[in-house]
């Protein structure tokens, strides 16, 4: 069974007991969280729309922190501008507890 979760005008594919890379959320760790549902797919096949209007996916924060830094750099040929900056996307792991219809 895994369910199609929206967080962060993103969407992600979760099952339980899987630990998700999120945006980053106002949580602490430990705390318990909710997640809006999009999709359902279980063994009696797929559900949307309406069918999933009560439908919950429910977590636990493991953790805050920050992805690898990845290099932006900017130039301008023959001009002799050049920026180079670094940057980590925060981020919250979080670990899917129950998928509940």
Do not use: W
């Amino acid at each position: 069974m895994y369910a199609i979760i929206e967080n962060g005008n993103k969407q992600y594919r979760v099952s339980e007991g899987e630990v998700v890379r999120l945006e980053k959320l106002n949580a602490n760790v430990g705390d318990s969280v909710e997640f809006n549902v999009v999709m359902v797919s279980d063994e009696n096949g797929v559900k949307y729309g309406a069918d999933v209007a009560n439908a919950k996916v429910s977590g636990t924060v493991q953790a805050q922190d920050k992805f690898k830094k990845i290099i932006v750099f900017k130039y301008k040929a023959k001009k002799n501008e050049r920026k180079k900056q670094g940057h980590r996307q925060p981020f919250t792991a979080v670990k899917i507890e129950k998928i509940s219809l």
